[in-house]
């Protein structure tokens, strides 16, 4: 899709950028390594090294064998900085982009979590300490992220055959909102924090206020609290 395409783009970019930001294309010049010794050469973690460099093989920058990694050809003569075509710096020499400083940040620290008011959305999630003002913001972007995706998979049999579904972590209600449109029968369940809840409820009376009878709100922290034990089935989606 156009809209797919486009947004993966900026994704593309940045990968080109980190590489050449912590010298992965100078470093594998006339070598061919596995990921670990190349994150050590490079003092990159490997868990967040393998993954870039499975992006940059299907874009013809890297080489696989098997296990082993290597520069491709264009790579040596345009990202090698040992190369007198080198032309890195067109990428690297500009401001970098939020997903580039997030990128280079996770290779280099191995965690690059999303942060907002100086605390990572992950830690605040796992204590179940997130403000009005932030779970609003968080879910509304969460919401146009996920409802257009919900929408093309709830009409899977999966579902078909269940009557009462939690989605663990639900979030804006966007898989709520597409069972209860596509399966008459099933009865969905948000389990999420109460002020994410809160902007879930607004975002349904909004939309969709008709199936607000169909789903329900539970309250909890999937991290620490108990999950329900009325439903005969759970949805883990974007978590």
């Given amino acids: 899709m156009i809209f797919e395409d486009y947004w993966f783009y900026q994704l593309e970019l940045g990968c080109i950028t980190a590489a050449i930001e912590v010298g992965l294309f100078t470093f594998l010049d006339g070598k061919k390594l596995p990921v670990q010794e190349i994150a050590k050469g490079l003092q990159l973690h490997a868990h967040a090294l393998e993954p870039l460099l499975l992006n940059l093989t299907p874009m013809g920058f890297i080489d696989k064998d098997g296990e ?59 204590k179940g300490e997130i403000d009005q003002d932030t779970a609003y913001g968080f879910t509304g972007n969460m919401h146009s992220l996920m409802k257009y995706t919900s929408s093309l998979n709830a009409n899977s049999d999966v579902f078909a055959q269940q009557k009462h579904l939690v989605d663990v972590g639900g979030g804006s209600g966007a898989w709520a909102i597409a069972l209860t449109k596509q399966h008459p029968h099933l009865r969905v369940s948000i ?38 034990k009325n439903a005969d089935s759970f949805l883990l989606s974007n978590i």
Avoid at 99 to 114: S, V, Y
Avoid at 204 to 219: A, G, K, Q, T, V
């Fill in 68 to 126: 082993l990694y290597s520069s491709s050809q264009e790579s040596k003569t345009l990202l090698s900085s040992k190369s007198k075509f080198y032309r890195g710096d067109y990428f690297v020499e500009t401001r970098k982009t939020a997903i580039e400083e997030r990128l280079i940040q996770f290779l280099r620290k191995g965690t690059a979590p999303l942060n907002e008011k100086g605390k990572s959305y992950s830690e605040m999630w796992e």
């Fill in 191 to 228: 389990f999420d924090l109460p002020t994410v809840l809160k902007a879930a409820k607004e975002i349904i009376s909004d939309e969709n206020p008709e199936l607000l009878s169909r789903i329900e709100f539970l309250p909890g922290n999937f991290f620490t609290d108990p999950l329900p």
